[in-house]
């Protein structure tokens, strides 16, 4: 009974004793390894083989107040791919120190990983080709899109259930093949965050076929992900995001990733 005792003792200390070393890993390595994904533009994606992107380009920013929290001078950022599917596994495991994604903030989500303060806010749409439905209602019956393993997922199916719609639903691995499919009329509508939605249309060279829905099935804050137990590294993280607020850092990002855009009234908020 002792042993087994002590064996449950230190299982339950070795994940806070693990994921609490973040800034003396910081210090011993001189390394913030920072996970970005490469499909979410324009919050996070992967060109030229460099990252861009509102979140990767916020991280970039951050790194300076980290390096003082950590008590160096010198920093080096190395940005990691990952996945949709893999992001939160590769943050609690400690093989990323930071994820600077599109992550919304979801309480399933906080048993797994820890989050900053809200670092952008934004909600789940629906692009169409130009001559499809008006509205969600206009879907019944349909093949309709999204992207697996996110919280997108979850809410079209919420909605489509809450409104009484029955509609088959289609997992894609990422968002220009879902997009793509859409173009080529496999699906009706394809579900994604509105920001990202509108700049695949955007920059799509059939821009003119396609429409995003103005209405949004839920508002989402969004947050820098890192491991569960670690207070020290949470709190400098933000501090660090505070100071850019102040300053007018993180409305420049938002502008320079997001040109033309205007933030909604809770963005402006934030800013």
Known sequence: MKIFSAVLLATLLLPAAISAQTLEKMKETGQLVVG??????????????????????????????LAVAAGIEDLNVVFEVVTADNRFDKIAAGEVDLLCGAASITLSRREIVDFSIPVFVDGTTVALKKDG?????????????????????????????????????IQFDDHPSGMAALDADVITAYFADQTILMRMVLTSPNADNFKVLDRVLTVEKQG????????????????????????????????????????????????
């Open 224 to 271: 820098l992900a890192m491991r569960r137990g670690d207070p020290d590294f949470r709190l400098a993280v933000d501090r660090g995001l505070s100071a850019l607020y102040q300053q007018g850092v993180v409305e420049e990002i938002f502008r320079e990733n997001l040109p033309g855009a205007q933030p909604g009234p809770a963005l402006e908020a934030m800013f």
């Open 36 to 65: 970005f994904r490469e499909d979410a533009a324009p919050m996070s994606f992967l060109e030229n083989n460099q990252p861009k992107g509102f979140a990767p380009e916020l991280c970039f920013a951050l790194a300076p107040s």
């Open 133 to 169: 439905p008006v509205d969600f209602a206009g879907l019944a019956g349909k093949k309709v899109g999204v992207r697996g393993a996110t919280t997108t997922l979850e809410a079209l199916e919420n909605s489509l259930a809450s409104m009484g719609i029955e509609a088959e639903v």
